[in-house]
């Protein structure tokens, strides 16, 4: 069928291609988790999110008053609204669900 000469060189050539697939397909590899990296960096942080965020709304009322104290020191207008605001925001909002006009049918 086939001379031993060429049945040599076709294995060698065969070999070849086997170790540049191999070559290509660790390149490949090493792309990908580089491209992947921010991904599984996004994946850790989510994990971590979905373990303390039940925690989050305990932590909220602290950071916001040391927010308002970075943003609006004592005395400016700043602060002066900043302190006012729950309370306007509460009046309103009781104001516009207990305020309804009366209709006639």
Same mark, same amino acid.
């Given at each position: 069928?086939?001379?031993?000469?060429?049945?040599?060189?076709? =294995?060698?050539?065969?070999?070849?291609?086997?170790?540049?697939?191999?070559?290509?397909?660790?390149?490949?590899?090493?792309?990908?988790?580089?491209?992947?990296?921010?991904?599984?960096?996004?994946? #850790?942080?989510?994990?971590?999110?979905?373990?303390? @965020?039940?925690?989050?709304?305990?932590?909220?009322?602290?950071?916001?008053?040391?927010?308002?104290?970075?943003? @609006?020191?004592? =005395?400016?207008?700043?602060?002066?609204?900043?302190?006012?605001?729950?309370?306007?925001? =509460? @009046?309103?909002? =009781? #104001?516009?669900?207990?305020?309804?006009?009366?209709?006639?049918?």
């Amino acid at each position: 069928m086939y001379p031993q000469r060429e049945l040599i060189e076709l =294995g060698a050539h065969k070999a070849a291609l086997q170790r540049r697939i191999a070559r290509q397909r660790i390149a490949c590899v090493v792309a990908a988790s580089r491209m992947l990296q921010p991904v599984a960096w996004l994946d #850790r942080m989510l994990a971590h999110w979905r373990r303390f @965020a039940s925690f989050a709304p305990l932590a909220v009322v602290p950071l916001a008053l040391l927010l308002k104290r970075a943003v @609006a020191p004592r =005395g400016g207008l700043l602060a002066k609204l900043l302190s006012w605001g729950p309370v306007v925001f =509460g @009046a309103v909002r =009781g #104001r516009t669900t207990t305020h309804r006009p009366i209709t006639r049918a």
